[in-house]
């Protein structure tokens, strides 16, 4: 009776929250909305792509559109100016309205880690090398991020497949049982007869497919380098379990040898089972080689009835000459490449003993493989002190223990880890000795929400709160679970002390693992993996062959700029106009700088007369990667610069609205210009274009691979074979014509110009965006309205200072939103015991 009682209060209680609810949305928003918003976000109108008359009510699933219509009328941008204007008091309830209902709402839970994350938090917890995410399927996305708490919710083939991977990673390891599969080693410097070394390793399944190198004792075996597009490579196979799965480890010791200076360093091609692995530069000289370590899972490669091919290759990948040697020319005869076939390569006899060759060689000192190798767990690198293992219940419990710590990023209770030993003890009965019953239970704390999924820094239980905020910070900066300092500080609890957050962001920036954090964020904020075109004059000159090392170092350029930027805590001016960039090898030719060595980045001031300057908006693989749908580019050039660099983003085009094509028909030949005014007089498109267009005739000096050019063709020619792209002007030339406006109605002559008066009049706007991305990037979720406000006030604290990068991000590590989000109610929340 007292239970019937108490539901049918709970549900009048219910029922007048939702009746109050709708009366304060008819009493204050629906009004507002009818009055200001529904004549362009109607039924029969949307502008920008926002309707407003459906909705009822500030609910979970429409929480972003109140944010923005709340933005939106607290800057005064809507109405607009030229419409019936809202009375301050009308303006006031609806802000303060909006702002409780969404608050009322708290904040989203925790989030399932990603798949980074994911494979990051195995090779922590098995301590194996291996890169588990290519196994895992990819994410979805929330605002270009990977960490979007709505884009990661569990689906059957995503949890299917974890089980594959996880499986995989554990079977790996080993605690009592013996070592298997005989590994193959060889050290070259020994080695007479390579051949003959090379036989006796058949009897064990070993098969040579192209022993290509050449044998120098004392040295070690010198592989050739050659030029992409070029098949010469040192070549084997070897045998793979009956099952086809297990972790294959490839260890390799290498130097580099140069016969003559100022030689290019080579680099190494790794590809094993189909897979290419690397394409590292080597360095190393031959007193001290460099130690190659892969370890790979036989399930993601290609194996073959001979078993597991592996290919090492040495390339160079810049073009050189040396004094004394003419250039290899490799055009054809019958249809010479107009102005030769450009800078190459030293042309020599290959058959002239190495130090005679003008050429790089990679020198493998000694290899060892292990086709099938299970690794001894904990790691001898943890310095664990677990005694003795034996194969009984206390060291299972021990061993046990160590895996939940690791795997939960904190912390476990006895309690917390008693369902695994009664896995463990369960199939001991069954019969599985203590290896396979223990790798049964390490799997079953892999499946756990609390390894898979983030603990909340506003979990009741301080300790696990602690230990989330270690886990985050670290997750972010890093992308991989938190190291020993950060756990002891969760430990102790210092971890919302803003001195102590402070000196561990400086820490963890300063190492070389926030390339965890720096890569994938600004891949993802820039759209980085956009295709980067490398055109030349003619289909058959050999630039081609150094195409995908120059476009991996057009994309490095704009990764280590922003990384120098934080590790200089440099103004956030300095992301749109500097006097220097990140340049290597590659990039130094590409921009026309005097020779460099050495594929490794470096910050490098620019010459004044350098006409694109410092900052991401003059790096040529930005501009080259928005020119590969087509020659709309100053579409694509504007529409990407409002959305990630002003935090303008213009709404997505109609579907109804035709795409301008410059090279059909009657348009061919036209300027750009003189398009885009056809393509305004549309209604529909001059909404967006008038402000896209304008700003995108900034960047008209660079041309489809990002190079600065002074003047343009009528119209262009594009040919391609086999990878290869030609893009030839056509035509008269004429001057670029770089002049534009920007949103606010501001106006430039050129680039130089646009840049200044972006840095004089929308930093502000720069800092909103950034800061928003670093939210996203951080708590998993859109900033709310609190958020934003929180934002503004980061950027007030920072704005004397000219907004310095890492002093930004460590706001943002020590917001409330960062520290302080909202958990589920308590009943929901498993507490330590």
């Given at each position: 009776m007292i239970g019937r009682l108490l539901i049918s209060a709970l549900a009048i209680v219910l029922l007048v929250d939702s009746v109050t609810a709708a009366d304060e949305f008819a009493d204050v928003a629906a009004p507002f909305l009818k009055q200001h918003c529904l004549a362009c976000h109607g039924e029969k109108k949307q502008e920008g792509g926002v309707r407003l008359d459906q909705v009822t009510g500030v609910e979970a699933g429409n929480r972003n559109l109140w944010t923005l219509v709340h933005q939106k009328v607290a800057s005064g941008e809507m109405p607009p100016a030229s419409k019936p204007q809202p009375t301050a008091s009308e303006k006031e309830k609806l802000l303060k309205w909006v702002a409780e209902k969404q608050r009322s709402l708290g904040v989203s839970g925790t989030r399932r880690l990603n798949r980074r994350e994911l494979a990051a938090s195995l090779r922590d917890v098995t301590g194996l090398n291996i890169d588990f995410a290519a196994s895992l399927p990819g994410d979805g996305t929330v605002a270009g991020f990977d960490t979007g708490?709505?884009?990661?919710?569990?689906?059957?083939?995503?949890?299917?497949?974890?089980?594959?991977?996880?499986?995989?990673?554990?079977?790996?390891?080993?605690?009592?049982?013996?070592?298997?599969?005989?590994?193959?080693?060889?050290?070259?410097?020994?080695?007479?007869?390579?051949?003959?070394?090379?036989?006796?390793?058949?009897?064990d399944g070993f098969t040579g497919k192209e022993l290509k190198g050449i044998l120098r004792p004392g040295t070690g075996l010198l592989i050739e380098s050659r030029a992409v597009g070029d098949r010469e490579e040192l070549s084997f196979s070897v045998p793979a379990p009956?099952?086809?799965?297990?972790?294959?480890?490839?260890?390799?010791?290498?130097?580099?040898?140069?016969?003559?200076?100022?030689?290019?360093?080579?680099?190494?091609?790794?590809?094993?089972?189909?897979?290419?692995?690397?394409?590292?530069?080597?360095?190393?000289?031959?007193?001290?080689?460099?130690?190659?370590?892969?370890e790979v899972q036989l399930g993601d490669l290609v194996v073959q009835p001979k078993g597991v091919t592996i290919s090492l290759a040495s390339k160079v990948e810049v073009p050189y000459t040396v004094d004394g040697f003419e250039n290899e020319d490799k055009s054809n005869p019958k249809d010479p490449v107009p102005g030769g076939t450009g800078l190459f390569r030293p042309f020599f006899d290959r058959k002239l003993p190495p130090d005679k060759q003008p050429s790089p060689f990679v020198v493998l000192h000694d290899i060892a493989i292990e086709p099938d190798t299970v690794t001894a767990w904990p790691p001898a690198s943890w310095g664990a002190n677990l005694g003795e293992v034996k194969a009984d219940a206390d060291s299972a419990k021990r061993l046990l223990a160590l895996w939940t710590d690791r795997a939960w990023r904190r912390p476990t209770s006895e309690s917390e880890r008693e369902p695994f030993f009664k896995l463990y003890e369960k199939l001991r009965g069954e019969g599985l000795n203590f290896d396979a019953a223990l790798r049964a239970a390490f799997r079953s704390v892999?499946?756990?929400?609390?390894?898979?999924?983030?603990?909340?820094?506003?979990?009741?239980?301080?300790?696990?709160?602690?230990?989330?905020?270690?886990?985050?910070?670290?997750f972010m900066l890093w992308g991989e679970p938190p190291d020993t300092e950060l756990r002891?500080?969760?430990?102790?609890?210092?971890?919302?002390?803003?001195?102590?957050?402070?000196?561990?962001?400086?820490?963890?920036?300063?190492?070389?693992?926030?390339?965890?954090?720096?890569?994938?964020?600004?891949?993802?904020?820039?759209?980085?993996?956009?295709?980067?075109?490398?055109a030349q004059s003619h289909i058959n000159k050999q630039d081609f062959r150094f195409a995908r090392y120059l476009k991996a170092s057009m994309r490095e350029e704009t990764v280590g700029y922003v990384s120098r930027l934080l590790a200089d805590n440099r103004p956030v001016s300095e992301l749109v106009a500097s006097d220097w960039t990140m340049m290597n090898d590659a990039l130094a030719l590409h921009y026309g700088y005097p020779a460099m060595e050495g594929g490794h980045l470096r910050k490098v001031k620019l010459r004044t007369d350098d006409p694109r300057g410092g900052g991401i908006l003059g790096h040529a693989g930005i501009q080259s990667m928005l020119c590969w749908m087509g020659d709309n580019w100053v579409i694509y050039r504007g529409a990407w610069t409002l959305r990630h660099v002003l935090d303008m983003p213009p709404p997505p085009p109609p579907l109804e609205v035709p795409e301008l094509n410059p090279s059909d028909g009657k348009n061919k030949g036209k300027p750009f210009r003189e398009l885009l005014k056809q393509h305004q007089s549309d209604a529909k498109c001059s909404v967006c274009h008038k402000t896209i267009d304008p700003l995108g005739f900034a960047f008209q000096n660079f041309d489809i691979s990002g190079r600065w050019r002074e003047v343009e063709h009528e119209s262009y020619k594009r040919g391609e074979l086999d990878g290869r792209i030609a893009w030839v002007g056509e035509g008269k030339t004429r001057p670029v014509d770089a002049t534009g406006r920007l949103p606010r109605g501001e106006e430039f002559k050129n680039f130089a110009e646009f840049k200044r008066v972006v840095v004089e009049k929308y930093q502000p706007d720069m800092v909103r965006g950034l800061l928003k991305n670093w939210f996203v990037y951080a708590t998993g979720r859109l900033p709310g309205i609190d958020d934003l406000g929180e934002i503004s006030e980061i950027m007030t604290t920072n704005r004397a200072k000219n907004y310095p990068l890492r002093d930004l991000l460590k706001s943002v590590v020590k917001s409330r939103a960062f520290l302080e989000q909202h958990e589920l109610p308590a009943e929901n929340q498993p507490l330590r015991k």
């Open positions: 708490a709505d884009a990661l919710q569990e689906a059957s083939d995503g949890v299917a497949q974890w089980l594959v991977v996880t499986r995989r990673a554990v079977d790996g390891l080993r605690f009592l049982d013996a070592p298997r599969g005989k590994p193959f080693a060889m050290n070259f410097r020994e080695v007479k007869d390579l051949k003959k070394s090379f036989d006796e390793w058949k009897a009956p099952s086809k799965e297990g972790v294959l480890r490839l260890a390799l010791n290498i130097s580099v040898l140069k016969p003559f200076p100022n030689l290019p360093n080579p680099r190494l091609w790794v590809r094993i089972g189909g897979r290419d692995l690397d394409f590292r530069e080597i360095t190393a000289a031959a007193n001290k080689p460099q130690r190659l370590v892969y892999l499946m756990s929400a609390h390894f898979r999924y983030h603990a909340s820094p506003a979990h009741l239980d301080k300790v696990v709160a602690q230990f989330a905020i270690a886990s985050r910070l670290s002891k500080l969760a430990d102790a609890g210092k971890l919302r002390d803003p001195a102590v957050l402070d000196a561990q962001v400086d820490r963890l920036l300063a190492d070389s693992r926030s390339d965890g954090f720096v890569r994938p964020f600004v891949v993802q904020w820039l759209e980085l993996e956009q295709p980067i075109t490398i």
